[in-house]
């Protein structure tokens, strides 16, 4: 009998894209309701560091393999 393999899940990846999708989907309802959107350098620089900002965060009190 063959012995069932469990699939490895990269935690670090999933939490990432997590990150990374929670920040767009933020962004997109602020800027739905905004009166002067942001421009798309404004964006990029704001998805930029809420990114590292976040990431730095979760590093320091989630040890990833």
Do not use: C, W
């Not at 393999?5 to 800027?31: C, H, S, W």
């Not at 798309?40 to 009190?61: G, K, M, P, T, Y």
């Amino acid at each position: 009998m063959k012995r069932k393999r469990k699939p490895k899940i990269n935690t670090y990846a999933v939490i990432m894209r997590a990150v990374e999708e929670g920040i767009a989907y933020g962004l997109n309802r602020a800027d739905k309701h905004a009166d002067d959107p942001l421009t798309i350098q404004q964006r990029q620089r704001i998805e930029h560091q809420l990114d590292i900002s976040i990431s730095n965060a979760l590093s320091e009190v989630i040890k990833f393999d």
